[in-house]
């Protein structure tokens, strides 16, 4: 079916089309489209117009474009949630319906390194909690959490309590109170420790969130690396005019 013409951009007119598609049915997730030949044929645009259209579609998730392989709708995510909040990982897959889950890998204590010297301001050679915990969603692995703490911030029994949460050990002192954190995104390929563990395949996207989490004194208090599968989870900010 090819497009009609509007007032819009073809491209624009492209991709609305391909996205009525994918959300009919017409096309499934990790399915292949059609080559770009057979695409602006049935279509009736370019292919200079179908590419902006496709990349601008990758840009938002929707397809994956793989060197010599082909062009593949992705699934889309089953977790969503906007960043301004502090919630946990268990009340995103909760509110998908799913029941949450952790798998304890491992909690380690270890003297600090310069990095976490000057990311804790605590002294050179200060023991640092290394907490490796894998959280699965109705029983699939789909969060790999790596998260550090000053030994001295958390109770003395923590190291033999595996399913503690961290944040109410850091809490139950009453001297810590977890206010605020900052976050950063980045995007990763394969990677060698986590993508297995994760099941991902060699081609799947993991987002990854590193949050510095500070307490009412403006101490920082934890130091978290949290590896989401990118087919299952997708993160919004609300962005107000100022």
Request: charged letters at 30%; one cysteine or more; hydrophobic letters at 35%.
């Given at each position: 079916m090819t497009i009609k013409s509007d007032h819009r951009h073809l491209y624009l007119q492209v991709i609305d089309h391909l996205k009525t598609d994918i959300a009919n049915g017409v096309f499934k997730e990790n399915e292949k489209l059609p080559s770009e030949f057979e695409l602006s044929k049935s279509l009736g645009v370019s292919r200079a117009t179908l590419r902006e259209a496709l990349r601008l579609l990758e840009e938002e998730n929707i397809i994956v474009r793989r060197h010599g392989v082909g062009t593949f709708v992705n699934p889309k995510p089953v977790f969503t949630s906007g960043i301004e909040q502090l919630s946990s990982i268990s009340s995103m897959i909760e509110e998908a319906g799913m029941m949450p889950g952790t798998t304890y890998i491992s909690s380690t204590a270890a003297p600090s390194n310069e990095e976490d010297v000057k990311r804790f301001q605590c002294d050179d050679g200060a023991s640092i909690v290394t907490i490796k915990?894998?959280?699965?969603?109705?029983?699939?692995?789909?969060?790999?959490?790596?998260?550090?703490?000053p030994e001295t911030y958390l109770p003395g029994d923590f190291l033999t309590q595996e399913n503690t949460s961290i944040f109410q050990a850091l809490e139950r002192s009453g001297d810590i109170h977890v206010s605020y954190a900052i976050t950063y995104i980045d995007p990763i390929g394969y990677h060698s420790e986590v993508s297995p563990i994760l099941n991902c395949k060699a081609d799947q996207a993991l987002l990854v969130l590193k949050q510095v989490h500070y307490d009412d004194n403006d101490r920082v208090v934890l130091y978290s690396r949290n590896y989401f599968r990118a087919d299952k989870f997708s993160f919004h900010v609300v962005r107000k005019r100022v």
């Open positions: 915990r894998v959280r699965n969603a109705d029983g699939e692995p789909v969060v790999y959490c790596v998260d550090q703490v």
